[in-house]
């Protein structure tokens, strides 16, 4: 029994191994994209099972700049083996790429199949790239983002407690298919600490958000000024170093802070931050805060103290003006003035003395009070100048007007003889002809000229010569 058992067993075994040995080469085609933009391309790959020995050809046609493959090949041992080729593909212009493949595969045994099969991969306009690179939302963990979120804010303040040394920004991207740097895990120090978050739309362009983040100092030196609340910067490499000072130090309490010192100024600086992070350069002496302004004019650099009174030309008053971009008090002629005058001390000699700036050019130089004092007194000349031709402009035409009035009278009265001569002229002709005298009427007469006057005359010479 167990004999015909183990008989039964061999055979199917063997049946099997043989079936095995026997089986014909298979094939199939895939394509890795069923639908591509134009422009873009497409893998096909055709796939050949139990074939010992093949010969392949692959084709791409329609939509497409061209692809194709052929290969005739046989495995290096005889043995059947599963084998793959791949061609790539184009498109070129909507519409429909078809790639075919024929040709034949032999299994070890001598079974040779026929290949033949294709696949339609369908080419469509290409999409626009998405611009949108904005966040949907930004956080920090175990702080609050000052302002609220925004995505079209850029930038954001969060404050942590002394002694963080990580945090953990997240941000969400509104769009998919973006891209963010920047989050995660990030390390921080006592001070501020600033991040860039970046969104990369899927076109390339590129949104920036800010963050700074505030580690909080342990035990901070806080300082009023102006009502205004600051804190003693103590660490040196939060610091610029003005050109003309030497790093330094300076004990303000029981703490020594990093500071700047220049010996022809005499003065010495530290650093104050504001309750927003900015940080300013202060001259600190005995206790005592004063900003400290430097402006450099082309070559030119000079710290602006507070004005001498005693310098100042009297006929200047004080405004307010924005210089580098601090704002500050000078002294101008007037409102409209293009020049002021400030107090400062040159920062490389140590010279203090009053300077005009050229508000328009952005220039300096030394104030010259004597030219000031001679334009000041040529203008005195010229007002009186002024004066003096104005007053005698004024006589001419006094004189000009009673002129003209007296003229007139005498003109008046020359007119009235005329017309008193011409009425005796008319009354004596009409004597003459026997004219009656009412009719006479001197406002009928016209005394255009004066030869109405000379023409009786040469009347009466004529009777006379008669």
Same mark, same amino acid.
């Given at each position: 029994?167990?004999?015909?058992?183990?008989?039964?067993?061999?055979?199917?075994?063997?049946?099997?191994?043989?079936?095995?040995?026997?089986?014909?080469?298979?094939?199939?085609?895939?394509?890795?994209?069923?639908?591509?933009?134009?422009?873009?391309?497409?893998?096909?790959?055709?796939?050949?099972?139990?074939?010992?020995?093949?010969?392949?050809?692959?084709?791409?046609?329609?939509?497409?700049?061209?692809?194709?493959?052929?290969?005739?090949?046989?495995?290096?041992?005889?043995?059947?083996?599963?084998?793959?080729?791949?061609?790539?593909?184009?498109?070129?212009?909507?519409?429909?790429?078809?790639?075919?493949?024929?040709?034949?595969?032999?299994?070890?045994?001598?079974?040779?199949?026929?290949?033949?099969?294709?696949?339609?991969?369908?080419?469509?306009?290409?999409?626009?790239?998405?611009?949108?690179?904005?966040?949907?939302?930004?956080?920090?963990?175990?702080?609050?983002?000052?302002?609220?979120?925004?995505?079209?804010?850029?930038?954001?303040?969060?404050?942590?407690?002394?002694?963080?040394?990580?945090?953990?920004?997240?941000?969400?991207?509104?769009?998919?298919?973006?891209?963010?740097?920047?989050?995660?895990?990030?390390?921080?120090?006592?001070?501020?600490?600033?991040?860039?978050?970046?969104?990369?739309?899927?076109?390339?362009?590129?949104?920036?958000?800010?963050?700074?983040?505030?580690?909080?100092?342990?035990?901070?030196?806080?300082?009023?000024?102006?009502?205004?609340?600051?804190?003693? =910067?103590? *660490?040196?490499?939060?610091?610029? !170093?003005?050109?003309? +000072?030497?790093?330094?130090? &300076? #004990? $303000?309490?029981? /703490?020594?802070?990093?500071?700047?010192?220049?010996?022809?100024?005499?003065?010495?600086?530290?650093?104050?931050?504001?309750?927003?992070?900015?940080?300013?350069?202060? =001259?600190? *002496?005995?206790?005592?805060?004063? !900003?400290?302004?430097? +402006?450099?004019?082309?070559? &030119? #650099? $000079?710290?602006? /103290?507070?004005?001498?009174?005693?310098?100042?030309?009297?006929?200047?008053?004080?405004?307010?003006?924005?210089?580098?971009?601090?704002?500050?008090?000078?002294?101008?002629?007037? *409102?409209?003035?293009?020049?002021?005058?400030?107090?400062?001390?040159?920062?490389?000699?140590?010279?203090?003395?009053?300077?005009?700036?050229?508000?328009?050019?952005?220039?300096?130089?030394?104030?010259?009070?004597?030219?000031?004092?001679?334009?000041?007194?040529?203008?005195?000349?010229?007002?009186?100048?002024?004066?003096?031709?104005?007053?005698?402009?004024?006589?001419?035409?006094?004189?000009?007007?009673?002129?003209?009035?007296?003229?007139?009278?005498?003109?008046?009265?020359?007119?009235?003889?005329?017309?008193?001569?011409?009425?005796?002229?008319?009354?004596?002709?009409?004597?003459?002809?026997?004219?009656?005298?009412?009719?006479?009427?001197?406002?009928?007469?016209?005394?255009?000229?004066?030869?109405?006057?000379?023409?009786?005359?040469?009347?009466?010479?004529?009777?006379?010569?008669?």
């Amino acid at each position: 029994m167990k004999k015909s058992k183990y008989f039964v067993v061999g055979a199917l075994a063997l049946s099997m191994g043989m079936l095995k040995a026997n089986a014909a080469p298979t094939h199939s085609i895939s394509v890795n994209r069923g639908t591509i933009e134009n422009g873009q391309s497409v893998n096909a790959t055709v796939t050949i099972k139990n074939a010992a020995a093949w010969n392949v050809h692959i084709n791409g046609t329609g939509n497409t700049n061209g692809c194709s493959l052929n290969e005739a090949d046989a495995t290096s041992s005889g043995k059947n083996a599963t084998k793959s080729f791949t061609v790539t593909c184009k498109a070129n212009s909507t519409g429909i790429i078809k790639i075919n493949y024929s040709g034949d595969a032999s299994s070890e045994d001598g079974t040779t199949t026929n290949l033949s099969g294709s696949k339609t991969v369908t080419v469509i306009a290409p999409v626009p790239k998405s611009s949108n690179n904005y966040l949907s939302s930004l956080g920090v963990e175990g702080g609050i983002l000052s302002p609220e979120f925004n995505k079209d804010t850029l930038e954001y303040t969060v404050t942590l407690e002394a002694g963080t040394e990580k945090v953990v920004i997240n941000a969400e991207k509104a769009d998919g298919k973006a891209s963010v740097s920047g989050t995660g895990e990030q390390a921080v120090q006592e001070g501020d600490n600033k991040f860039e978050i970046i969104v990369t739309a899927e076109n390339g362009s590129q949104r920036t958000y800010n963050l700074n983040v505030i580690v909080k100092e342990f035990a901070p030196i806080e300082v009023k000024i102006n009502g205004k609340t600051y804190t003693v =910067v103590r *660490k040196a490499q939060d610091l610029t !170093k003005p050109e003309t +000072f030497e790093e330094s130090t &300076v #004990t $303000i309490g029981e /703490e020594t802070v990093p500071a700047f010192y220049n010996e022809k100024l005499g003065k010495t600086l530290v650093g104050l931050k504001d309750e927003e992070g900015n940080i300013s350069l202060f =001259v600190y *002496k005995d206790g005592k805060y004063e !900003k400290y302004y430097e +402006f450099s004019f082309k070559g &030119v #650099t $000079i710290n602006i /103290e507070k004005m001498k009174v005693s310098l100042l030309p009297k006929e200047y008053k004080i405004y307010s003006e924005t210089i580098n971009g601090e704002k500050i008090a000078v002294y101008k002629y007037s *409102k409209n003035s293009k020049f002021a005058l400030v107090y400062g001390v040159d920062v490389t000699t140590g010279k203090k003395d009053l300077y005009q700036i050229d508000l328009k050019n952005n220039t300096i130089q030394l104030f010259n009070k004597e030219s000031f004092d001679m334009v000041k007194e040529n203008n005195k000349t010229s007002l009186m100048i002024f004066a003096i031709c104005g007053g005698v402009m004024f006589l001419e035409f006094l004189i000009i007007l009673i002129s003209r009035r007296k003229n007139k009278k005498i003109l008046n009265r020359l007119k009235e003889d005329k017309i008193e001569k011409v009425k005796k002229v008319a009354i004596e002709e009409a004597k003459d002809e026997s004219i009656d005298r009412k009719d006479i009427k001197t406002e009928e007469i016209n005394l255009e000229n004066t030869d109405i006057i000379d023409e009786p005359k040469k009347k009466n010479k004529k009777k006379k010569s008669e």
